[in-house]
């Protein structure tokens, strides 16, 4: 895990005018080097053996695209939908699933890919989930796990990098739908 480096002053975009977007956590530049290791180590730890990448939506589209893109490996890719959130900036606890996936995971390895891991929760939900239905083995590839001081996240295989525990938004990461597209990754400033 790599902590995200210290932040930048500016914003590249014509959307940095939005008040609620504070300072820049992650630019693009780093995401894409990072997003390039995670799936150096992904090809390596997995040759011989094509996993499934399962992307959770909506956050982590961009960040599939992009890993899966850097993979040498062959690969099946599908996408399920998870919430925990609903409309707010704080997890309830509890998930539901809202979409499944389509392909069968009996005997395959698979890899769940998610933006940011805040609680676990989530984690805990889909290694039970796919647990059941079969898989050969169950990873997780984030690309954020927020700091965790009472060390209760669930062990991750691969992690982008550690962020600080404030809500964030850009490169697939959203509040109300809004800034998903932003490139790089900001915190969002309370209303």
Do not use: W
Request: proline residues 8%; negative net charge; contains cysteine.
């Amino acid at each position: 895990m790599v902590a995200a480096p210290p932040p930048h002053p500016e914003q590249p975009t014509s959307q940095s005018a939005d008040p609620r977007l504070g300072r820049v956590v992650l630019d693009e530049p780093t995401l894409q080097a990072r997003v390039k290791e995670l799936a150096a180590q992904i090809t390596l730890d997995y040759a011989g053996r094509p996993p499934i990448l399962i992307g959770i939506l909506k956050g982590a589209f961009m960040f599939v695209a992009d890993l899966a893109r850097a993979i040498d490996l062959p690969l099946d890719i599908d996408f399920l939908a998870v919430s925990s959130y609903g409309a707010t900036t704080k997890s309830s606890g509890v998930v539901r699933m809202v979409k499944d996936i389509d392909v069968d995971v009996t005997g395959r390895h698979v890899i769940l890919v998610e933006d940011i891991v805040d609680t676990g929760a989530t984690l805990r939900y889909l290694r039970k989930h796919f647990a059941q239905r079969g898989a050969a083995s169950v990873e997780f590839c984030t690309l954020l796990q927020k700091e965790d001081p009472a060390g209760a996240m669930p062990q991750l295989r691969y992690v982008g990098f550690a962020v600080p525990a404030e809500f964030l938004v850009g490169y697939g990461l959203d509040a109300g739908e809004r800034f998903r597209n932003l490139p790089y990754i900001v915190v969002l400033n309370p209303e």
